[in-house]
C-alpha cells in the first residue's frame, strides 16, 4: 500500500472519529409498577455540525411507532403526563412518564426536533413492561453466621425505576440506623440501597431479619414487597480464664 494511500486512509478515519454520529443511549427494557411513573434515562450523541443548532427551541419527543405519546413543548397534546427532567442543551433527554398503566406497553423510541436543521429520529428503543407487584429487594450477604461483637453490614436492594418516587426501604427487625442512596446500574437505570451497620450480639442470635420496599403509586396507594429473609447465627466469644 502506498505511503499517500495510508494516509488517505488514516484521515477518513480521524476525520469519522471528529464528526460523531448519530445514538441514543437508553436502556433496552425497563419494568413498571402499574399506576406508578417511570423516569427513561437518556442521553444522544450528534454530528458535531449540529452542535450549535442545540438550543432552546429543541425538544424531546418520544414515539410508538408514528403516535406521539410525549411531546415537551407541548404537554396538553400529550398522551402521558411526563416530564422532561434532562437539558437537551446538555445532550440529556431524560424523562419521566407518569401514572403508566399496562396499555401504555410498548416499544418507545426517541426523536429529537429543534426549529432548525436539527431534527432525527433515533433507531434505539426501550421496551416498557408492567408488574403489578414490586421486585423483590435483594438482601446481602445472604447468611450471616458470625461471632458476637462482630461489626455487621446488610444491604438492601431495590429497583427505583422512577426518580421522584423512589421506594421506601424498612428493616425488620430494627437494627439500627441505615444509610440511603441510589446507585447507578450499568443501562443508568437506579437501584435505592439501604446499609445497616450493627455489632452482633447474643440479643441478634436466632433473629429473622429481611428487608421491605414500599412503593408509593401516583393514587396514594402502596404495594410493598418483602426480601427474602436470613436467620443470625451469632456465636459466643468464650474468654479462657487464665491459669494460676
Request: aromatic share 6%; glycine share 4%; net charge neutral.
Amino acid at each position: 500500500m502506498s505511503a499517500a494511500l495510508t494516509l488517505l486512509l488514516i484521515g477518513s478515519l480521524l476525520q469519522g472519529a471528529l464528526c460523531g454520529e448519530f445514538k441514543a443511549s437508553i436502556p433496552k427494557t425497563i419494568k413498571v409498577l402499574k399506576g406508578s411513573c417511570v423516569t427513561i434515562p437518556c442521553s444522544f450523541e450528534i454530528e458535531d455540525k449540529y452542535n450549535a443548532h442545540l438550543d432552546n427551541t429543541c425538544r424531546a419527543i418520544w414515539r410508538i411507532d408514528q403516535k406521539t405519546v410525549f411531546d415537551s413543548s407541548n404537554p396538553q397534546t400529550s398522551t402521558i403526563k411526563r416530564e422532561l427532567r434532562g437539558d437537551l442543551r446538555r445532550k440529556d433527554c431524560t424523562t419521566t412518564l407518569n401514572n403508566m398503566q399496562p396499555d401504555n406497553s410498548n416499544n418507545y423510541f426517541f426523536r429529537l426536533g429543534c426549529d432548525n436543521d436539527l431534527k432525527y429520529n433515533f433507531a434505539d428503543q426501550i421496551s416498557i413492561s408492567f408488574t403489578d407487584v414490586p421486585a423483590r429487594p435483594t438482601l446481602t450477604p445472604s447468611a450471616l453466621k458470625v461471632k458476637e461483637g462482630t461489626s455487621v453490614s446488610l444491604m438492601c436492594s431495590a429497583p427505583a425505576p422512577c426518580l421522584s418516587h423512589p421506594p421506601t426501604v424498612t428493616w425488620t427487625p430494627h437494627l439500627g440506623e441505615s444509610v440511603e442512596t441510589l446507585q447507578e446500574n450499568q443501562d443508568k437505570t437506579k437501584v435505592k440501597t439501604s446499609v445497616v451497620t450493627f455489632t452482633a450480639s447474643q440479643n441478634h442470635h436466632g433473629k429473622t431479619i429481611s428487608c421491605t420496599a414500599s412503593y408509593n403509586k401516583q393514587d396514594g396507594s402502596t404495594e410493598s414487597a418483602v426480601s427474602t429473609s436470613l436467620t443470625a447465627d451469632i456465636s459466643c466469644e468464650f474468654i479462657y480464664p487464665h491459669s494460676s
